[in-house]
Structure formats: structure tokens, C-alpha cells
């Protein structure tokens, strides 16, 4: 059995992407297993492979996890990035709860009825400029230092800046009034392995194109 | 400074219930402050109390905790309710998660149109004992323990009666395909501080109403 964490999702960001980022960041090599077709969900579930029929999936350390919460807590504690202490842990995970709302806004754009898709995306940009971004702006204002928690390198900042960079896709200037944030940005994407995800030809999948929605929904629904 | 904990939030179940539940099943003394008026709300935004401007809100140890699994996982961990060890972790999270998943359709439920309240019930039943009951079934039976995890109470057995108790709202029989599961809800619920929660008087909330819901969308409502 292959020691390294195997990924069974589809070939898309979705909700296994900050799986992917919190392995990546954590210097772990992973294996993907694609779902291409509805079939392959199906066998999934049939195996009994899915506690709740659901993806995603990862098998890591002969447990078989699911529930996206669950897996991250699991990479986060294991690898060292969830905090010293239950205090710090109870910070991280405040700050990574909110991104994760943002994050949800976010990857539930594409799948907005036609007539609610302006509204959603309004929405999305509200939220992470007037609710979301600046509090990650004081925190490090307030503080100075180059993480969130601890003065080390937490699953916080990992999800921070995937949720940054994803904002940035849909409006570039996003960060326009958030010089601290920019500089955590370039700060953190410079860290050997994050630097190393964001290249070309890693595991980092891109933004979801329209044309692939259909095949998606074949898939899930 | 009292050392209860001290909950803000509205005078009803929603995203708090599980605080009250799992700080009540820790033997653990709590507070409340319930938000009556939109005004209040403001009141706590502009305060700054808020971290994302949103309740629950939770005062433990000195610290103003928002983020509902921020709250729980804390409370958790510290009153040993988390499992002995990453693994044992690991598990109650992927159950707590399911069953969150499951108690998300109830707390949606009496916020959606009147004409889809019943096939509302239909997907509530559906989830319940296709999807996530037989999973509590089957690890019960597995193991044949008193509890979920370790052999020991931890969180997910909370959020476990919890959920049974709120689905049997709805649909008084759901457990009849469940023994283990009807086993389960009996041997916790006579769990002395659970039982405790049980009783009239107790910090528990009742099932939501429509005044509940007024309330809700004067407060929050944009």
C-alpha cells in the first residue's frame, strides 16, 4: 500500500482544493483518483467506500475519510499547523471558518440559477471586501508579523491566501485597499512549498470553466 | 467577570442549540443574552464583538468566540470530549460533520415556503434513514459499545441524541428501522447531565415557531 494520501474527487476544484493546498503546503506528496462519470460514483458508494455516500474522499493513514472539515483538521493537526495550544487552535479556527464561508460564496458562483448568478456575485464581492478581508487586515496589522496565529505558519494562512487568490480571479483589484494583505500574500506564496503549488504543472487545479458544468452535474446530480 | 461561559443569540434553537447542548452534556453552567431587536444586533456590531458580524457568540475564557464549529470544537477539547487521540479525532469529526449536515435541513426547515414544507419532511426522512442513520446503526452494532467513539462519551454522541431528538420532532417514527439507534437515544438520554438538559426548565429550546421565525428575519434581515 502506497504510503502517500490518495484523493478521490473530480478533476475540478470544488471542495477537495483546500485539501489539496493544506497537503501541498505541508510539503505531502498525494495521489488523485479522478471521477470522470457518474459510474464512478456510483462504485464508490457501492463499495462502501463513502461513509455518506459522498466525495470528497481520502484515504490517508488506513482510514478511509470524508467530510472536508474532517480530513483538513486531520492534514492540519498531523502536520503541525493547527496551533500549540487549544487557545491558538480556537483562533485558527474562527479565522478559518469565516474564510471558509467566503470560500463557499465563491465555488457556489457557477451553480447559481441564471437569474440569481449578478445578485450571488455581488454579493461575493460585498462580503469579502467589507466583511471577510478586513479582518484578516487587522489581525495582522495589530500584530505585525508575518501569520496569523503563533507567529508560525498555520492552516490559516494556507487557507488565507487560496481564498485570496480565488477572490482575485473573479476581481483582480480585490485587494486594492489591503496593503497588509497584499503583502501577506506575496509573503506566503514565496514559502518553498506554496511557491512550488503554484507552479505550472502542480496538483492546483484551475477556475472552473462554464463548458464543464453540464459534465459535472452528470456526475453529482 | 462570572466564569460562565456567556452565550448571545436569539431565544431559540438555530446555530446555538448544539453550544447548549454539548456545553449542558459537559456539566458545564452557561449564560445567555438573547437578541430581541434588530437594534441590539447593531448594537453588538458596532461594539465590535463580532468578529464576522454574526452570532452565536460565545464569552469563554476570555475570549469573544464566533463560528459556530470554532465554538464547539473548543468546547470540546476542552472538557475531553474529543476523542483520546488524532484517530479517535478523526472519526468524531466525520460524524459530527454528517450529522451537522443532517441538522442543517432542520434548521432551514422553517424558513422554506409554505408549498415545499412538505417535501421538505420527504428529503429530512429521506437523509435521515438512507444516508445517515444506518451509518450510526451500523458502527454501534460493529462495535457494540455504549458510544460512538473509544468507549467513551464524547461530542459526536451529543450531536447524535441531539439529532434523533430533533428528526423524531418531525417524524415521530423514524427510529423504527434502528435499534441500536433506539438503545442509543434511551442510554443517553439517562446520562445525568443529558438528562438533566431533558428536563422542563433546562437552557433547552423548544422547537422553532412562526413567532421564532418573525423574530429572526427582524433582526438579521438586511
Request: aromatic share 10%.
Amino acid at each position: 500500500m502506497s504510503e502517500k494520501p490518495k484523493l478521490h474527487y473530480s478533476n475540478t476544484r470544488g471542495r477537495m482544493e483546500s485539501i489539496r493546498w493544506l497537503l501541498a503546503a505541508a510539503g505531502v506528496e498525494f495521489e488523485e483518483c479522478f471521477l470522470e462519470t457518474k459510474d464512478d460514483l456510483t462504485k464508490l458508494q457501492k463499495d462502501g467506500s463513502l461513509l455518506f455516500q459522498q466525495v470528497p474522499m481520502v484515504e490517508i493513514d488506513g482510514m478511509k475519510m470524508v467530510q472536508t472539515r474532517a480530513i483538513l483538521n486531520y492534514i492540519a493537526a498531523k502536520y503541525n499547523l493547527y496551533g500549540k495550544d487549544l487557545k491558538e487552535r480556537a483562533l485558527i479556527d474562527m479565522y478559518v471558518e469565516g474564510i471558509t464561508d467566503l470560500n463557499e460564496l465563491i465555488i457556489t458562483r457557477y451553480f447559481q440559477p441564471a437569474d440569481k448568478k449578478e445578485e450571488h456575485f455581488a454579493t461575493l464581492l460585498d462580503k469579502a471586501t467589507n466583511r471577510y478581508f478586513p479582518v484578516y487586515e487587522k489581525v495582522l496589522k495589530d500584530h505585525g508579523r508575518d501569520f496569523l496565529v503563533g507567529n508560525k505558519l498555520s492552516r490559516a494562512d494556507v487557507q488565507l491566501l487560496e481564498t485570496i487568490l480565488m477572490a482575485e480571479e473573479c476581481k483582480p483589484d480585490i485587494l486594492a485597499k489591503f496593503p497588509l494583505l497584499q503583502s501577506f500574500k506575496a509573503r506566503t506564496s514565496n514559502i518553498v512549498t506554496i511557491k512550488k503549488f503554484l507552479q505550472p504543472g502542480s496538483q492546483r487545479k484551475p477556475p472552473l470553466q462554464e463548458k464543464d458544468i453540464p459534465r459535472l452535474m452528470k456526475i453529482f446530480h | 467577570m462570572s466564569g460562565k461561559p456567556r452565550l448571545t443569540y436569539l431565544n431559540g434553537r438555530g446555530r446555538m442549540e448544539p453550544v447548549r447542548w454539548l456545553l449542558a452534556a459537559a456539566g458545564v453552567e452557561f449564560e445567555e443574552v438573547f437578541l430581541e431587536t434588530r437594534e441590539q444586533y447593531e448594537k453588538l456590531i458596532k461594539d465590535g464583538v463580532l468578529m464576522f458580524q454574526q452570532v452565536p457568540l460565545v464569552e469563554i475564557d476570555g475570549m469573544k468566540m464566533v463560528q459556530t464549529r470554532a465554538i464547539l470544537n473548543y468546547i470540546a477539547g476542552k472538557y475531553n470530549l474529543y476523542g483520546k487521540d488524532l484517530k479517535e479525532r478523526a472519526l468524531i469529526d466525520m460524524y459530527v460533520e454528517g450529522i451537522t449536515d443532517l441538522m442543517q435541513m432542520i434548521l432551514m426547515f422553517p424558513f422554506s415556503p409554505p408549498e415545499t414544507k412538505e417535501k421538505n419532511i420527504d428529503s429530512i426522512k429521506e437523509r435521515a434513514t438512507n444516508r445517515y442513520f444506518p451509518v450510526f446503526e451500523k458502527v454501534l452494532k460493529q462495535h457494540g459499545q455504549d458510544f460512538l467513539v473509544g468507549n467513551k462519551f464524547s461530542w459526536a454522541d451529543v450531536q447524535l441524541i441531539e439529532a434523533i431528538l430533533a428528526v423524531e420532532e418531525k417524524i415521530p417514527a423514524v427510529l423504527s428501522g434502528f435499534p441500536q439507534l433506539q438503545a442509543f437515544k434511551k442510554r443517553m438520554s439517562n446520562m445525568p447531565t443529558i438528562k438533566k438538559f431533558l428536563q422542563p426548565g433546562s437552557p433547552r429550546k423548544p422547537p422553532p415557531d412562526e413567532c421564532y421565525v418573525e423574530t429572526v428575519l427582524k433582526v438579521f434581515k438586511k
